[in-house]
T-cell receptor
Framework: NAGVTQTPKFRVLKTGQSMTLLCAQD?????MYWYRQDPGMGLRLIHY???????AKGEVPDGYNVSRLKKQNFLLGLESAAPSQTSVYFC????????????????FGEGSRLTVL | AQRVTQPEKLLSVFKGAPVELKCNYS??????LFWYVQYSRQRLQLLLR??SRESIKGFTADLNKGETSFHLKKPFAQEEDSAMYYC??????????FGTGTRLKVLA
C-alpha cells in the first residue's frame, strides 16, 4: 500500500517549458488536491477534484491545468513555466465525509520540488 | 471570511520546556480542525484532529469556540518535535484551509 505517490520528485525547468506532475493514490479516495508550499505562505490550493472526470479551481489556479481521467490519478500541468512557479508541490487525497469510515484526514505525497530558471 | 492564522513563523524552545503553537480561525459554522506536522524531508502527516480529543506524541489541542482558537500544546518539548506545524480548518466536505505554518525548533 503505497498511499500517495508523486513523480517526479525534483525537476528544473527553463522559463516557457512545459511539464506534468503525476499524482497517484491507491486508497480509492474520491477527493484529490494539488497544493503548493512556499516559505511564509503555507499551503495554497491550486486545483482539486471531487471525483473521476471532475476538476475545480482552488486559491491559486492561474498558470496550471489539471486532469482526473482515472480515479487514482490526478495530473498537474504547467503549460509555460514561469519563475514564480518555483515551489514545492504537494498532492493529497481524502475520503469525502466523516461517517463513511473516514476521519477527514488528508493524505499527502512526498512533494515535488520544481525550480524554474 | 474563512481563515486560519498562525501568528508565529518560528518558535524556539529549549528541550523540556512547554510548547504552545497558536492557531486562530475564522469561520461562522461548526469548525472541524486539524494539526498537521511535517518533519524534515518527510511528507505532511496528520498529528491530531479536534473531534478525537486525543493526545498524540504528547501533544494536545483544545478547541475554544469562544476565542476561536485551536492551540497545540505539549508540556515538555523533545528535540524530535522539531518540525513544521500547520493548523487546518475544514469548513466543508472537500475544502481545507491551512495556516501559514509555524516552525518549531527544540534546542538541546
Amino acid at each position: 500500500n503505497a498511499g500517495v505517490t508523486q513523480t517526479p520528485k525534483f525537476r528544473v525547468l527553463k522559463t516557457g517549458q512545459s511539464m506534468t506532475l503525476l499524482c497517484a493514490q491507491d486508497m480509492n479516495h474520491e477527493y484529490m488536491y494539488w497544493y503548493r508550499q512556499d516559505p511564509g505562505m503555507g499551503l495554497r490550493l491550486i486545483h482539486y477534484s471531487v471525483g473521476e472526470g471532475t476538476t475545480a479551481k482552488g486559491e491559486v489556479p492561474d498558470g496550471y491545468n489539471v486532469s482526473r481521467l482515472k480515479k487514482q490519478n490526478f495530473l498537474l500541468g504547467l503549460e509555460s513555466a514561469a519563475p514564480s512557479q518555483t515551489s514545492v508541490y504537494f498532492c493529497a487525497s481524502s475520503y469525502p465525509l466523516p461517517g463513511q469510515g473516514n476521519t477527514g484526514e488528508l493524505f499527502f505525497g512526498e512533494g515535488s520540488r520544481l525550480t524554474v530558471l | 471570511a474563512q481563515r486560519v492564522t498562525q501568528p508565529e513563523k518560528l518558535l524556539s524552545v529549549f528541550k523540556g520546556a512547554p510548547v504552545e503553537l497558536k492557531c486562530n480561525y475564522s469561520y461562522s459554522g461548526s469548525p472541524e480542525l486539524f494539526w498537521y506536522v511535517q518533519y524534515s524531508r518527510q511528507r505532511l502527516q496528520l498529528l491530531l484532529r479536534h473531534i478525537s480529543r486525543e493526545s498524540i506524541k504528547g501533544f494536545t489541542a483544545d478547541l475554544n469556540k469562544g476565542e476561536t482558537s485551536f492551540h497545540l500544546k505539549k508540556p515538555f518539548a523533545q528535540e524530535e518535535d522539531s518540525a513544521m506545524y500547520y493548523c487546518a480548518l475544514r469548513p466543508g466536505t472537500y475544502k481545507y484551509i491551512f495556516g501559514t505554518g509555524t516552525r518549531l525548533k527544540v534546542l538541546a
